[in-house]
């Protein structure tokens, strides 16, 4: 497998472990709970484990639009529900996910390390330059492990090389 760069800091935020991701609506700070490797959209994405597709989910509410909403914002919010992401089943247990592709595999599959499982989605529209953020967010996957109900880092529990 390539060499992979880690996301650095864009006006979006940053790629990495335990970056702030703001505060939630009780005011509790949020922490990035993966690490975001960058790709190109378009590109396909490969498997950082061996096992099997437990889930194939949805990383953004499904609900529909509201109507009093501005055309841009309901367009924005379709484009996040059509986020995906791959959860691989390792044979130590650990939940592996692989967020932002269109999946090219399907639930129950067995894959291993390597194997393509999707193609990269555009974040950049959902994301874009605007009036408080200069550029558009840095493409990029966004991979978690998460060993019964907490989170470890991605990169050294499976092995990723970086650059
Ligand atoms: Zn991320």
Redesign the pocket.
């Known amino acids: 497998m390539t060499a992979r760069k880690i996301r650095g800091q864009d006006s979006w935020g940053s ?1 990495a472990w335990q970056a702030s991701r703001g505060e939630d609506d009780e005011g509790n700070k949020i922490y ?1 709970n ?3 490797l960058i790709n190109k959209p378009l590109n396909s994405e490969v498997a950082f484990c061996d096992g099997e597709v437990t889930k194939i989910g949805y990383p953004y509410s499904q609900s529909p639009c509201n109507p009093s909403w501005s055309d841009e914002k309901k367009t924005k919010h379709r484009r996040k529900r059509n986020l995906r992401y791959v959860q691989i089943t390792d044979f130590q247990g650990v939940k592996v996910r692989l ?1 932002y592709i269109a999946p090219s595999v399907a639930l129950h599959d067995r894959v291993k390390k390597g194997d393509p499982i999707g193609i990269a989605q555009d974040l950049t529209k959902i994301y874009p330059a605007d009036k408080t953020h200069k550029t558009a967010i840095t493409p ?1 996957a ?1 991979i978690e492990c998460i060993i019964g109900d907490g989170f470890v880092e991605p990169i050294e529990y499976l092995n990723i090389e970086v650059e």
Do not use: K, S
């Open positions: 790629g990035h993966g690490v975001d967020f990029h966004h």
